[in-house]
């Protein structure tokens, strides 16, 4: 069946650093791939999508680009922030019915 | 996008009873979703709700213990029944157009605990 595989957290980084966070996936058909981030004590929030092979997904200095050869959509940032600090979910969809696959999310903390 | 919002943020319960979330939409969507996110976990569909339906509901979730309502595009409610410490939880909802690529727009969650 489809399914979605996250590197595990939790994932530590000083501030500026390169951030990449892989996520590879397995599905039939066409999927459409999702960044999805999650603050403390918050809901989810769209980080970025990608509908189709190549597309790159892009917002606040985040970016992952849909990689049908590899089956891989890795998330990256070139200097994160303490605010990043987050757990992150990646997520695809094929159904018709349009319901999501998650990964297991990945927690990631940044370090002043 | 669509603005979400769940009452009660948070609650704690004593076993055997049961509490209704509402999930509240400032924009009519086709489809809204219900979730379980279990402590330091990813999310588990717990239904579908779409309005002037039954939901639709995931292996292992079954409507006596989450009954759902969907009056209207822009409401639904989950009822989390006979409540036991396992299911102290996260309850989100979710809003979606529907159709593969669209974007699910997540509620702010209701943190449960059961004692």
């Known amino acids: 069946g489809d399914s979605v595989t996250q590197m595990e957290g939790p994932v530590t980084l000083s501030e500026e650093a390169f951030l ?38 892009s917002n606040k200095g985040f970016e992952a680009t849909y990689r049908k050869e590899t089956t891989s959509f890795h ?26 696959i998650w990964g297991a999310g990945t927690k990631l903390i940044i370090k002043p | 996008s669509a603005v979400i919002s769940q009452k009660p943020s948070r609650d704690i319960c004593q076993r055997g009873t049961s509490l209704t979330i509402q999930c509240q939409v400032d924009s009519q969507v086709t489809m809204m979703f219900w979730y379980r996110q279990q402590p330091g976990q990813s999310l588990t569909l717990i239904a579908t709700a779409n309005q002037g339906s039954e939901a639709t509901y995931e292996s292992g979730f079954v409507i006596d213990k989450f009954p759902i ?47």
């Open chain 1, 20 to 57: 990449t966070i892989n996520c590879t996936y397995t599905a039939t058909g066409y999927p459409s791939l999702f960044w999805y981030v999650q603050y403390p004590g918050e809901g989810l929030q769209l980080l970025l999508k990608a509908t189709k092979a190549d597309d790159k997904g």
């Open chain 1, 75 to 100: 998330l990256e940032k070139g200097s994160v922030q303490v605010s990043d600090s987050a757990v992150y979910f990646c997520a695809l969809s094929v159904d018709s019915n349009y319901q999501l």
């Open chain 2, 69 to 115: 309502s969907r009056p209207n595009l822009t409401f639904s409610t989950l009822t989390v029944s006979n409540m036991s410490p396992e299911d102290s939880s996260i309850y989100l909802c979710s809003v979606g157009r529907g159709g593969q690529g669209e974007t699910q727009y997540f509620g702010p969650g209701t943190r449960l605990l059961v004692l």
